[in-house]
């Protein structure tokens, strides 16, 4: 069976820097921090419009979700892609306008 989101190489290496960043203090947490990801990116598979537009972010296509149990996580995904193509995973306190205009990011 196909997974029902794709992690673009961006999500892919965020992914792994916010693993390594929290298992520094707690390995345990790192891998629940990484689970509730991977949870939360099968819900927005499942559902892909409950996140939110911010134009005033980016103009591009994608959609935002604060990760439930770990809120200072952002998900930005792009809902018309099948699968759900996530685009980067980022901490709500990073300049997320300024990563989003890297033309690499998309």
């Known amino acids: 069976m196909a997974t ?3 992690l673009t190489p961006r ?4 992914l792994s820097d916010i693993w390594e960043y929290v298992a520094e203090d707690n390995v345990s947490a790192a891998n629940r921090v990484e689970s509730a990801i ?3 990116c099968n819900s927005l598979a499942r559902h892909p419009l409950i996140g939110s537009k911010r134009t005033e972010i980016t103009p591009l296509p994608v959609r935002f979700w604060a990760v439930t149990r770990f809120s200072n996580y952002i998900i ?6 099948k699968p759900l193509q ?3 995973v980022l901490h709500g ?3 997320i ?3 989003l205009e890297d033309p690499a990011v998309y």
């Open 4 to 6: 029902p989101f794709q």
């Open 11 to 14: 999500a892919l290496n965020d």
């Open 38 to 40: 991977f949870s939360a």
């Open 76 to 81: 930005v995904y792009r809902p018309d892609k």
């Open 86 to 88: 996530v685009v980067a």
């Open 93 to 95: 306190k990073r300049n």
């Open 97 to 99: 306008k300024a990563l």
